[in-house]
Every structure is written in structure tokens, then in C-alpha cells.
């Protein structure tokens, strides 16, 4: 399994940036993808999910109308576009890879497999 994230960069204040997940090493449909970010002495937080099966989404109450999650089947990738950014979205982001299509947010432990994670920081 294999999770390669790219799209991560600097912006300003109320830019966007479109963030990519490609996938590798299994069957993207029998899959959750979730986005994550972090920044350094904090936890792990879960942005967005989706199961993959059936493009069902959650967001997180922070991002809710800001961020999209989408996915490319024939691609096996899922992106984060990201639009009206703010100084406190600057972390680390994430994807990860549930083989039990769960899509949960609140906790990082759920799923199994991670990417090496893309810088987005935002600028006042």
C-alpha cells in the first residue's frame, strides 16, 4: 500500500490550494480515504473522509464549507481542494487509507496506512 501526497505549498490568507492522495498497492474501492493534518506539539486532526465505495464524506466543523474532499476512481486518487485558507489550516496534511471504508475523524488510529505528508502554510 502506498499513499503519496502532493499540493502542499505557501499561501495567503483566503487563497486555495488543491491537494492530491495518489494510491497504490490495493483495491481503491474497497477503501476510506481520510485527510488528516498536524501541527508540531499537537494531535492529529482529521479534516475529511471518504468512503470510497459509495462517495459518501464527513468534514470536519472547521473546514465545513471551505474544503472539498473528491476522488478519481480511474485514477485511485482523492484530493482536498481547499479554498478560503486561514493562518490556523497551516500543518501538516495527511492522507490515510482505512480498508474497513471507515470514515472517521476523530480519531488517527483508525486507519492503517499513511502517506509522508505535505506542508500547507498560510500566510497573514
Known amino acids: 500500500v502506498r499513499l503519496v501526497e502532493s499540493g502542499g505549498g505557501l499561501v495567503q490568507s483566503g487563497g486555495s490550494l488543491r491537494l492530491s492522495c495518489a494510491t497504490s498497492?490495493?483495491?481503491?474501492?474497497?477503501?476510506?480515504i481520510a485527510w488528516f493534518r498536524q501541527v508540531p506539539g499537537k494531535n492529529r486532526e482529521g479534516v475529511s473522509c471518504?468512503?470510497?465505495?459509495?462517495?459518501?464524506?464527513n468534514y470536519a466543523d472547521s473546514v465545513k464549507g471551505r474544503f472539498t474532499i473528491s476522488k478519481d476512481d480511474a485514477k485511485s486518487a482523492v484530493y482536498l481542494q481547499m479554498n478560503n485558507l486561514k493562518p490556523e489550516d497551516t500543518a501538516v496534511y495527511y492522507c490515510?487509507?482505512?480498508?474497513?471504508?471507515?470514515?472517521?475523524?476523530?480519531?488517527?488510529?483508525?486507519?492503517?496506512?499513511w502517506g509522508q505528508g505535505t506542508q500547507v502554510t498560510v500566510s497573514s
Open positions: 490515510a487509507a482505512d480498508p474497513y471504508r471507515l470514515c472517521v475523524l476523530q480519531d488517527p488510529g483508525v486507519p492503517d496506512y
Open positions: 498497492g490495493f483495491t481503491f474501492d474497497d477503501y476510506a
Open positions: 471518504i468512503i470510497n465505495r459509495n462517495g459518501v464524506a
